[in-house]
């Protein structure tokens, strides 16, 4: 079902990519010269939905590294959690293990 509704989705989205593609071949001059706006140094040619797609992807990579950036305290925090959980755990098996066998029926007689 999982696999049905994503397909439901992205099968869509796909189509729309490649209609468009198809439809924004013709090429665009690309300048990364701000200087000259007549005469620009650096300039090459790239299709109109190469220029488009491009700018969507790197759009989508900034603000995944913006985002994860943005959780690290969480994920900083999750860790000490987690050191602080196992940390205790090793604790209370040592604590079982220097107990012995005859004295657990009495801790929990004591506690009920």
Known sequence: MKT????LILVPIALAIVLFSVANRASVPISLDPIS????QFVFELPLFAVVLISIAAGV???GLA??????????AARRSRREADALRNEAQSLRAAVPDSALPALTRGNG
């Open 67 to 76: 985002s994860w950036i943005a959780q690290g305290k969480h994920r900083k």
């Open 61 to 63: 990579l900034i603000g």
């Open 4 to 7: 049905f509704f994503k397909a």
């Open 37 to 40: 706006r007549d005469a620009p």
